[in-house]
């Protein structure tokens, strides 16, 4: 299972918001729905899945803006792919909070 960061830059709009591409991207990703998981981000997207499946949905996302009339797409792509245990969005998360929480017990017995 991997976790990918994506950001779709859409280059050449009329206006400097880029809401209504990333709503489109959501909608997109709405049909991926029981092959990945996502969370949008105020800076981008995290997809969670297997790696080909999100190579797949990375070239869907990339086309929006295409299909939208620009002529020109940045796209940029992180990827952690861990393969010496299963690693998820939630599971970075709760393993981030368990270290908080032993740091705050650790001060409240100071």
């Known amino acids: 299972m991997a976790i990918v960061d ?5 280059i050449g ?4 918001s880029v809401s209504k591409y990333v709503a489109e991207i959501q909608e997109v990703l ?7 998981k996502y969370q949008l981000t105020p800076m981008s997207t995290l997809i969670e ?12 996302l990339h086309e929006v803006p295409f ?12 990827i952690d792919d861990r393969r ?21 017990e650790e001060l409240q017995e100071d």
């Open 49 to 60: 899945g297997e790696l080909p499946v999100l190579f797949e949905v990375i070239q869907a």
């Open 6 to 10: 994506v950001t779709i830059i859409p």
């Open 13 to 16: 709009t009329d206006t400097p």
């Open 67 to 78: 299909k939208n009339g620009l002529s020109r797409v940045a796209t940029n792509i992180r």
């Open 84 to 104: 010496d245990k299963k690693s998820t969005m939630s599971g970075k998360l709760e393993a981030v909070q368990t270290h908080l929480n032993s740091k705050n």
């Open 30 to 36: 709405k049909t991926y729905d029981g092959k990945v």
